[in-house]
């Protein structure tokens, strides 16, 4: 099994000069030294259950998109937290302070906003902005900032606006306004987990050190013999 693992021979191709002068091309099998695998870190971006908190700084985005902010440097982030708040200014930004593009009228009038499916956001039946939603192609693709700030480092995918997405398409975002996405997954799920990955590990090791066991009984055996 640990064999298994190992990297297969590598085949090379070598040129010498023959005692002509002409330069022969001859293929020559290697191997490649032993490397354990290297762990890789990625983000579960599976959507979360949704609940509804009916405050009315909060969205929830159903599908697979992601709400575009900029910081104060004008840096252009990506998120999946919906938790806003507003600013004496009207403004509405993330918990960081991330500017959302929505600009309220009127803030002492905040039970009259309204947030469509679309990202279209109303006052009182006045215009306040639009939010951004941008889908990927393949969001693994993303860098993490930091918490839930994602940038797109990804010439090859930098992202398609979700209006311009129809709801079969894949990427198809919605919002709903007085909802909170909560996290996709547990403590309970992710320490069955951690204990399945303990019990794997353990059972590897047995069977290695039953190996060794026998190696060193058929090492013992040969050298009896002699």
């Known amino acids: 099994m640990v064999a298994g693992k190992m990297e297969k021979p590598v085949e090379s191709i070598v040129t010498t000069t023959n005692a002509a002068g002409d330069k022969v091309e001859s293929s020559v099998l290697g191997e490649k ?3 354990l695998p290297k762990p890789k870190l990625s983000t579960n971006f599976l959507q979360g259950p949704v609940n509804q908190t009916k405050i009315k700084t909060d ?7 992601f709400l575009q902010v900029q910081d104060q440097q004008g840096n252009t982030f990506y998120t999946r937290d919906g938790e806003l708040k507003l600013l004496q200014t009207g403004e509405l930004v993330t918990k960081e302070g991330y ?8 803030p002492n009038q905040l039970e009259s906003l ?3 499916k679309n990202g279209t956001a109303s006052q009182a039946g006045a215009a306040a902005g639009q939010l951004q939603l941008v889908a990927f192609n393949d969001p693994a693709k993303l860098t993490r900032i930091s918490g839930a700030y994602f940038r797109a480092d990804d010439p090859s995918d930098p992202g398609v606006p979700v209006g311009n997405l ?3 398409d894949e990427g198809f975002t919605e919002v709903e306004h007085g ?3 909560q996290s996709n997954s547990t403590s309970l799920s992710e320490m069955t987990n951690l204990i399945r990955s303990l019990r794997h590990f353990e059972a590897n090791q047995q069977v290695i050190r039953a190996h060794d066991q026998r190696l060193g009984q ?6 009896n013999t002699q």
Request: charged content about 10%; glycine content about 12%.
């Open 179 to 181: 909802f909170l996405e």
């Open 99 to 106: 500017t959302t593009g929505l600009q309220l009228n009127d």
């Open 218 to 223: 058929a090492i013992q055996a040969l050298t």
């Open 166 to 168: 129809t709801p079969t």
């Open 33 to 35: 030294a032993f490397e």
């Open 59 to 65: 969205i929830a985005l159903v599908g697979g998109g």
């Open 114 to 116: 309204v947030i469509a």
